[in-house]
């Protein structure tokens, strides 16, 4: 899921993005043979290591975590970042991908850059049997706006939602 932090409400998304970076909050295959590796950006590398191989990672906006910005929490993997520490981060994941990361400055600190391109055409592959149904299930919900009233909203044949 993405960080609500990088999906604001008041912002339109589309409800997932394909072989785009997922950070730290993941849904995983525990039989994968992906590992983490390293001290740093291990999500990234993570995201990497699938998407060489041609799979997909999908990053959902429709479900959103709430997670403070990076290093505005003192615990977990702050000390890590401090001095150095964001040059490091960003020359370790370009040792590991030096085809796709570059490390350029960005917000007055070391960063790296993820050149995605390459795995656009990494497409999601379907369990057999799986079919995608052409109409949305919307589970009997209805959309409505702010201060309309909910009566309003009900189907023609009065039907509760």
Not at 12 to 20: G, S
Request: aromatic share 8%; glycine share 6%.
């Amino acid at each position: 899921m993405n960080y609500e932090m990088f999906c604001p409400r008041k912002r339109k998304a589309p409800p997932y993005v394909l072989n785009t970076r997922v950070y730290s909050n993941m849904l995983i295959k525990t039989d994968a043979p992906y590992r983490n590796r390293g001290v740093y950006n291990d999500d990234t590398d993570l995201c990497l290591q699938i998407l060489k191989d041609g799979h997909c990672v999908i990053q959902f906006n429709c479900f959103l975590a709430k997670k403070l910005q990076t290093m505005t929490v003192k615990g977990g993997n702050t000390d890590i970042y401090q001095d150095d520490g964001r040059l490091l981060m960003a020359q370790e994941l370009q040792r590991r991908h030096p085809d796709v990361v570059k490390i350029t400055r960005k917000w007055n600190r070391w960063q790296h850059t993820v050149d995605y391109r390459p795995f656009r055409a990494n497409r999601p592959i379907l369990r057999p049997g799986v079919i995608i149904p052409a109409e949305p299930n919307n589970y009997g919900m209805v959309l409505r706006k702010k201060g309309e009233r909910i009566d309003s909203a009900l189907p023609e044949d009065g039907a509760a939602c």
